[in-house]
């Protein structure tokens, strides 16, 4: 008997529900019928509570499990989010890893002998300058997170986006059972460009061509600070749904009009959310969806203001509330 390969799932999972019993079924309604009926049809076989409001787990869950690892990832989908957050920088081999930092950040990772690394030498670790099997060998999840002391330490590296990809969609086939979104930062600035990370337009390339091959790009949103990044991709990739990034204080019109368009989502820090400007991004038919959102009576309050989500680091917080789904593990 031959067993299918990863890349071969992957691309068998794309087009389906994630149920391997009923695979070719859910294959033939997402293409040919589409992803409404798909959900009304899981909701009533499984009876999965399923909200309307999208909790998106930041950096997979890192209030709960070392960021941007696959235990955090699954972490989050066993909280029930709708969407897992994560970010992407580059090596040198040109491979994509999911990591916040283009760099070996001290607060997190221990050198391949165990050492830590001190704050004033960290960029010194450049990924963008290393192979990916020179990343894999730091320890980023054994020292834990001083800021989040929930969190589980756990000695674990960098994963590579196309294995973040393998592992959820097998959680969501075995466990889970519903399909998240992919909420992906490009994490890209003008002074970083060839220093940390490939200018916008090979970068963007370079993820576009690996998500191709293992997701839909209708689970797929791409985010990022750098307004560059999200204009590439309106431009190359306009069926993809672009998020604009905002922690500045201008007028959200300043935003959209230096944007050049009206993206898909608008996140800004959540401090900067009232309702006047979630009323404002509504009637132009953009989401709004705030980052990091921690504290539960946040959570409440910003609900209650009608954002259309949030991006939190501890989704077993608004798990409480039923803002996510009703996931039971095995």
């Known amino acids: 008997m031959e067993y299918p390969t990863i890349s071969m799932r992957l691309q068998q999972l794309s087009c389906g529900f994630h149920l391997w019993d009923v695979t070719l079924l859910y294959s033939c309604m997402v293409k040919f019928v589409g992803p409404l009926l798909i959900l009304c ?20 869950a890192r209030g709960l499990k070392p960021e941007n690892t696959i235990p955090a990832f699954i972490a989050a989908l066993d909280n029930g989010v709708t969407t897992i957050e994560l970010d992407l920088v580059v090596t040198r081999d040109r491979q994509i890893v999911v990591s916040h930092e283009p760099w070996m950040s001290a607060a997190i990772c221990l050198t391949p002998d165990g050492n830590p690394i001190s704050k004033s030498r960290e960029k010194e670790y450049n990924i963008f300058e290393m192979t990916y099997a020179e990343v894999a060998a730091f320890d980023c999840g054994s020292k834990g997170n001083a800021a989040f002391p929930e969190q589980q330490p756990i000695r674990v590296s960098k994963p590579l986006l196309r294995d973040v990809i393998a592992a959820v969609e097998d959680h969501i086939r075995s466990v889970s059972r519903y399909e998240v979104d992919y909420n992906i930062e490009i994490k890209s600035s003008p002074d970083g460009d060839g220093k940390y990370h490939p200018p916008p337009a090979e970068f963007s390339d370079l993820v576009y061509e690996l998500l191709n091959q293992y997701l839909p790009m209708r689970r797929i949103v791409i985010q990022s600070f750098d307004f560059r990044v999200l204009q590439y991709w309106h431009q190359k990739y306009p069926e993809v749904r672009l998020s604009a990034l905002v922690e500045n204080t201008r007028s959200v019109s300043a935003n959209l009009e230096r944007l050049g368009f009206s993206p898909s989502i608008y996140s800004p820090y959540y401090k900067l959310v009232n309702r006047d400007m979630v009323r404002y991004l509504h009637r132009k038919g953009i989401r709004v969806i705030p980052w990091t959102v921690n504290d539960e009576s946040d959570m409440l309050s910003l609900k209650a203001l009608g954002v259309d989500g949030f991006i939190t680091d501890y989704p077993n917080r608004p798990r409480k509330y039923k803002m996510t789904l009703g996931i039971t593990p095995k």
């Open 41 to 60: 049809a899981v909701t009533a076989a499984y009876g999965q509570y399923i909200p309307r409001f999208d909790v998106q787990g930041h950096r997979g």
